[in-house]
């Protein structure tokens, strides 16, 4: 049975790429037929599910405003796709506004940092903050935006991911004995 999703009508170009080329790409890899309308409807026709899924959370990442070279690294057993809808948690546009600027920071580097720290990649697109990496670094990510929606402070976030990569770095250094 085919999956059906929806991206964004002005994405649908990028998922295709040029020539076709990131949809061939993306057919190949997941042995599957893609069929993707103007608007932004895509069908995903597989015989093997788990790939099925896979590619249904790239062709959401790149929906959501990934490159697409980011978004294959979905491909991985080990990476996930979390999407945070800010409809969830602020009341209106000037609000969402506001904490995505604050998320982004002064020419990217708020987001850079989470990124570095949190071992992720992010994409702020439309209403949704969405993070792929491992399930760790998921996990700090998200703990670090949810900090911003409660109105932490900067500093006080950096501090939070600072600590935890220190945290890691001596776990994985000197693991703990069993």
């Known amino acids: 049975m085919p999956l059906l999703i929806s991206i964004p009508e002005e994405r649908v170009p990028i998922l295709i790429g040029k020539k076709g080329e990131i949809k061939k790409e993306l057919e190949n890899r997941a042995k599957c037929t893609l069929s993707i309308s103007q608007r932004g409807d895509v069908q995903i026709i597989s015989e093997d599910v788990s790939e099925e899924w896979k590619l249904r959370d790239i062709i959401l990442a790149i929906g959501r405003g990934f490159n697409p070279d980011i978004a294959m690294k979905l491909f991985s057993d080990d990476l996930y796709l979390e999407i945070i809808s800010l409809r969830d ?23 850079k940092t989470i990124e570095e720290l949190a ?24 703990d670090a935006i949810m900090m ?5 402070t900067h500093s006080t976030i950096y501090t939070f991911l600072e600590q935890q990569a220190r945290m890691d770095k001596m776990f994985l250094g000197n693991p703990p004995e069993v």
């Open 89 to 111: 948690y602020l009341k209106n546009e000037r609000a969402m506004q506001r904490q995505k600027a604050r998320i982004i920071g002064t020419q990217g580097k708020t987001k």
């Open 119 to 142: 071992g992720v990649n992010l994409s702020i697109y439309g209403h949704t903050i969405s993070i792929i990496g491992d399930q760790k670094g998921l996990t700090l990510a998200k």
């Open 148 to 152: 911003f929606l409660e109105g932490k």
